[in-house]
C-alpha cells in the first residue's frame, strides 16, 4: 500500500500524502526526473528522491530507459522514473476483473459488435463531459490539447501534453496519459482505446495518432496531434452523436 493507514501518527500520514503526489506525478508526467518533480510540487530534490527510493523499493516506480529531451549530454544522466504494473495497480481501483468478466459475457453472447458498441457509448459520454473545457480553450492547438489534458486528469486519466517538432513539417502536440482507468480492460478489448482516439480526434478537429499504449505494455498511452490540423480545423466542431 502507499496510502498511510488512518490509525499512523499525522507525521507519517503526512508523509504518505507527500509520497502519493510523487506518485501520481510520475503518473502524469513520466518519465521525470527528481529534479523536475521537486520543482513542480515545491519540495527539495533530495527529499524528492528519498521518496522516489522508497516507491522503487516498494516496486512502484522504476528508472525509464528513455533519453529524456534536453538531457544532459556529459556526465553521469540524471535518472527519469516512470510507474511499473505495482505502480499503476495503486492508482486504479478493485473492478478490473470484474468489468473484464462482463465484456467477455457481452462478446461471448452478444458478438465482438457489441463491444464496440459499449466503447464507442462509452467514448461519447466522455467527450460530452469534456467538450465544454476543450471548446473554451479557443482554436490554439497547444491551449487546446492542453485544456483536453486538464479534462481527462478530473477524469482520473493522469494526462499532460508538450509541444514537439516545433519549426518542423512534424510539428504538433504530444498528449501522454500515464494512467488509465480501463487499461487493463483495454488490453484484452482494444475496442477501448480505438474509440477513445476517435474521440480526440473528433474533439480537437484533427486527426490524431496513437503512437503508444499502456494496454499494450508501454509505460504511457502517447497521442500525437499535427498542429497544422488543428489551426486549420473549424471552430465549430461536429457532434460525433
Keep these: 500500500m502507499?496510502?498511510?493507514d488512518r490509525a499512523v501518527p499525522a507525521a507519517d500520514r503526512a508523509e504518505s500524502?507527500?509520497?502519493r503526489r510523487v506518485l501520481t506525478l510520475v503518473s502524469e508526467r513520466g518519465p521525470i526526473t527528481a529534479a523536475q518533480v521537486a520543482e513542480i510540487l515545491g519540495l527539495t530534490t533530495a527529499g524528492v528522491r528519498r521518496h522516489l527510493d522508497v516507491l522503487a523499493e516498494e516496486g512502484a516506480?522504476?528508472?525509464s530507459d528513455h533519453v529524456l529531451a534536453g538531457a544532459r549530454k556529459r556526465g553521469r544522466?540524471?535518472?527519469?522514473?516512470?510507474?511499473?504494473e505495482?505502480?499503476?495497480q495503486s492508482l486504479r481501483g478493485d473492478y478490473d476483473e470484474l468489468a473484464t468478466s462482463v465484456l467477455r459475457f457481452l462478446r461471448d453472447n452478444q458478438g465482438e459488435e457489441a463491444v464496440g458498441a459499449f466503447a464507442r457509448?462509452?467514448?461519447l459520454k466522455l467527450a460530452e463531459q469534456i467538450r465544454p473545457a476543450v471548446e473554451a480553450a479557443g482554436d490554439d492547438p497547444e491551449a487546446r490539447a492542453a485544456a483536453?489534458?486538464?479534462?481527462?486528469?478530473?477524469?482520473?486519466?493522469?494526462?499532460s501534453s508538450r509541444p514537439v517538432g516545433k519549426g518542423t513539417p512534424l510539428a504538433g502536440v504530444q498528449l501522454c496519459q500515464g494512467h488509465c482507468p480501463v487499461q487493463h480492460v483495454a488490453a484484452e478489448f482494444p475496442q477501448f482505446c480505438e474509440a477513445e482516439t476517435e474521440v480526440f480526434s473528433d474533439l480537437l478537429g484533427a486527426h490524431v495518432q496513437r503512437l503508444a499504449s499502456l494496454a499494450y505494455g508501454d509505460h504511457v498511452?502517447?497521442?500525437?496531434?499535427p498542429a497544422n490540423q488543428l489551426a486549420n480545423s473549424p471552430q465549430k466542431r461536429r457532434d460525433p452523436r
Excluded at 148 to 159: D, F, N, P, W
Design 77 to 84: 544522466p540524471a535518472r527519469a522514473y516512470v510507474l511499473t
Design 61 to 63: 516506480v522504476e528508472e
Design 86 to 88: 505495482r505502480g499503476h
Design 148 to 159: 483536453l489534458a486538464e479534462a481527462l486528469r478530473i477524469e482520473g486519466y493522469a494526462a
Design 2 to 4: 502507499f496510502i498511510a
Design 221 to 225: 498511452c502517447t497521442t500525437f496531434i
Design 17 to 19: 500524502g507527500t509520497r
Design 121 to 123: 457509448a462509452r467514448a
